[in-house]
């Protein structure tokens, strides 16, 4: 299973090549198993990274990497280039806090999140969202998905204005899209 998430991200690293440009310091919050950064890493090794989340549940364990309270991140003001929150947002208990400390600490942040097909029930989204989980072997006792509307408005509330929105190539049978999100 790990090497299928392994997989879906050597298959986005040319998507995001473009974006990483002149970055220098990634903070990659809510790491959980944190293959996707680690792969990341394979690919610009030339970027210094760190991870964070609220538990330990890495299968890959080369990056620094925090345990914090889910509230107030361990680093300084603008300490990083750019904050990734990927799939993160939606399993936290308070997504404001945690997507303002990630703007406070880095001079960017990078949100992949997705939505459901128009047509899509909210229960078959969190069917879906268990299956995908226990196929990778990650426990997330949160789930509160974004409609797009609930997500700009998120956005806007911790400040933050989308530079880009990209649609992101997702080949999975979930009824989802999803996007990627510059802010600043
Ligand atoms: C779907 S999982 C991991 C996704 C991971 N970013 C990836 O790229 O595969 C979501 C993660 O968010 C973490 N999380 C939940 N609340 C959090 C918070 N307040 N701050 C940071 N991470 C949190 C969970 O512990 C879990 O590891």
Redesign the pocket.
């Known amino acids: 299973m790990n090497k299928q ?1 392994e997989d879906i ?1 050597s298959d986005l690293i040319e998507f995001f090549r473009p974006h990483i440009e002149g970055i220098d310091s990634v903070l ?10 680690h792969v990341f890493a394979e690919h610009f090794p030339e970027i210094k990274y760190n991870t ?4 330990d ?1 890495r299968k890959r364990k080369t990056l620094p990497f925090k345990i ?4 107030q991140l361990p680093f300084g003001n603008s300490e990083f280039d750019i904050s ?5 947002l ?6 404001l ?2 997507l303002a400390e990630a703007r406070r600490v880095s001079k960017s942040v990078f949100v ?1 999140e997705h939505f459901p097909c128009r047509g899509t029930d909210i229960k078959e989204l969190i069917k879906t969202e268990e299956k995908a ?1 226990s196929d ?1 072997n ?1 426990e ?1 006792s ?1 789930y509160k998905p974004f409609t797009e509307h609930s997500l700009y408005l998120l956005f806007e509330k911790a400040g933050l204005d989308i530079l880009d929105q990209i649609e992101v190539p997702y080949h999975g049978s979930r009824k989802i899209k999803k996007y990627f999100f510059k802010l600043e």
């Open positions: 998430l991200i990659d919050i809510g790491t959980g198993t944190s293959i996707p950064i964070i989340d609220i538990v549940i914090y309270n889910g509230s990734v929150l990927n799939e993160t939606h399993h936290c208990e308070d997504p806090t945690v992949i989980l990778f990650i997330c949160i």
